[in-house]
């Protein structure tokens, strides 16, 4: 364990010294950018020289990388994401983030499993609708971290911010949960297509991961009420974190949801009544600090990753094509919420397309598609088109949005 740690750590210290010594991109971006490129010029050795890579692809292909993602990391990011929304803020957007991340998230759910069933179905590749579902649900949440960065250095309203964070935060939570109910319904069988069986997972998931999040964050907020030691008030959100995260799988809840409610009750209920001054900073910078480190070891690993992703023409080719329909569904899936809520705001065509260009694709996308390998009709293409996604999204609309923001 101490010495897989030492691997991962050393490569994203440097790639990230790379990086903010001469690219100078924004850290994500940049040391994905880099890991991207080194995984590619892997592969291409190895079709030459096997034999010299075969300790990096023994190393990767023992390295769970789905799990590391959705049974470890992804509590540090949600719980630190969330600990610094202001509640209030989020009141007069609750509304669109709502409608954003439920309603949002299964319309592009829908339109990406049809279409990816019949562009499949067009270069004669069977995958049954179903399964084109369950990869509508993996990689229709979006994740902007990447771009949370870029929209402190422009003029943005208040409000849309709020909305991207909120939105960002709620459909990870909400795509997992989706992802796990159409899961579970192909791994039980046709049996198991019934809607009892549909609403008793949702119904665990979804309430049982925010009514976890509630205690577990409670008797957070109650033991740091009643002390006032930085250190040891740290060290129980550390333990929220892990705790809440791990009683939530056991129970079979969405741990997301749970770190998602935790994590706002603590910073903004917390902050307000249970923590000191000196608190509030140190709580403050450690959550970013973890936040910094644990997407730049997310994002390297899944540059490196890609050194194993299958090299198939064809499904490189249909995975471009389902970059340009997961934009379509996003786009589509926005215009419900957005002219319901914002219809009434300056600059609606603007904000639309900043929501949608905005609306990135990351870690748990491709974590959910490695998840599913020689588990599920048509994995393999699903992970080489989430790949695709992923890397259009990242490098290409997170380094590009800035042109957007600027228009403010």
Wanted: a neutral charge; hydrophobic letters at 55%; glycine letters at 8%.
């Amino acid at each position: 364990m101490l010495e897989f740690f030492a691997i991962i750590i050393s490569i994203s210290a440097i790639f990230g010294y790379i990086n903010h010594k001469w690219l100078k991109l924004p850290t994500t971006i940049g040391v994905m950018f880099i890991s991207v490129v080194i995984g590619i010029a892997l592969k291409l050795v190895e079709v030459y020289n096997p034999t010299s890579i075969s300790p990096l692809r023994n190393f990767l292909t023992d390295f769970d990388f789905s799990s590391f993602v959705l049974d470890f990391i992804l509590c540090f990011l949600l719980f630190a994401g969330s600990l610094h929304v202001n509640i209030a803020q989020l009141k007069g957007s609750r509304g669109t983030v709502f409608t954003y991340a439920t309603l949002g998230v299964i319309i592009s759910t829908l339109i990406i499993g049809l279409l990816t069933y019949f562009i499949v179905e067009l270069f004669g590749v069977n995958i049954n609708l179903v399964s084109c579902f369950l990869f509508g649900a993996l990689i229709s949440p979006t994740d902007p971290i990447a771009v949370i960065g870029i929209l402190s250095q422009y003029k943005i309203p208040k409000k849309l911010k709020t909305e991207i964070i909120g939105e960002s935060l709620f459909n990870d939570g909400v795509g997992v949960v989706i992802f796990a109910i159409i899961f579970s319904l192909i791994s039980g069988g046709s049996d198991a297509f019934t809607f009892g069986n549909v609403m008793k997972i949702f119904s665990v998931e979804v309430f049982g991961g925010i009514g976890i999040g509630l205690v577990i964050g409670y008797i957070g907020y109650l033991m740091m009420k009643t002390i006032d030691h930085y250190q040891t008030e740290i060290l129980v959100t550390l333990a929220i974190v892990t705790a809440g995260y791990s009683i939530a799988s056991h129970f079979h809840a969405s741990g997301p949801l749970a770190m998602v409610v935790a994590g706002l009750l603590i910073g903004n209920k917390g902050k307000e009544n249970a923590m000191s001054d000196v608190t509030t900073e140190y709580v403050d910078k450690f959550w970013e600090l973890i936040d910094e480190i644990c997407n730049t070891i997310l994002f390297v690993l899944m540059g490196l990753e890609i050194f194993l992703v299958p090299f198939d023409i064809l499904y490189i080719v249909i995975g471009v094509i389902l970059i340009f329909v997961s934009l379509v569904a996003r786009y589509i899936s926005l215009l419900p919420a957005f002219f319901i809520f914002n219809r009434k705001e300056k600059n609606k065509r603007l904000n639309l397309m900043v929501l949608t260009w905005g609306g990135l694709r990351g870690g748990i996308s491709i974590a959910l598609a490695l998840s599913i390998f020689n588990k599920v009709e048509g994995s393999s293409l699903f992970i080489v088109s989430t790949y695709c996604i992923v890397l259009f999204s990242i490098l290409v609309q997170g380094l590009s949005i800035k042109k957007l923001l600027a228009k403010y």
